[in-house]
């Protein structure tokens, strides 16, 4: 519910990996974001003015996007509960990726296992 930096810093610190590019909005929370351990850069692009930046080309279009297509999922599902909602977005993300369809998501996970746990 808080959305402030001493509250999402944290929380962006803890799921990052070593060497990370962070593209973001110009939010007061994030002008600390480039402070933080494994950040590579940190772009921002000024959304009062432009949705893409014209110097840098960095914008959140992307997530933007991805994050609504997740909401619509979601509501399409009448919501989940909170503590299956990693769960979804997991499914969400993979289906995203690998099986918009159930042939394309059958074909895919069955070749997944199968490179996983090959057949001695």
Not at 15 to 43: F, K, M
Not at 60 to 77: D, P
Not at 99 to 114: F, H, K, Y
Request: aromatic letters at 8%; proline letters at 5%.
């Amino acid at each position: 519910r808080k959305r402030d930096a001493a509250t999402l810093l944290p929380i962006i610190q803890r799921h990052i990996a070593a060497g990370t590019v962070v593209h973001s909005d110009e939010w007061r929370a994030y002008c600390q974001v480039s402070r933080l351990p494994n950040i590579a850069s940190h772009s921002t692009v000024n959304h009062s003015i432009t949705f893409v930046d014209p110097v840098t080309g960095t914008h959140t279009q992307n997530i933007e996007s991805y994050w609504a297509k997740a909401k619509a999922k979601l509501k399409k599902m009448k919501g989940c509960h909170a503590h299956q909602l990693p769960s979804y977005l997991d499914e969400f993300m993979w289906r995203e990726r690998h099986g918009r369809s159930r042939v394309q998501a059958l074909t895919n996970i069955t070749r997944d296992i199968a490179q996983q746990y090959p057949v001695p």
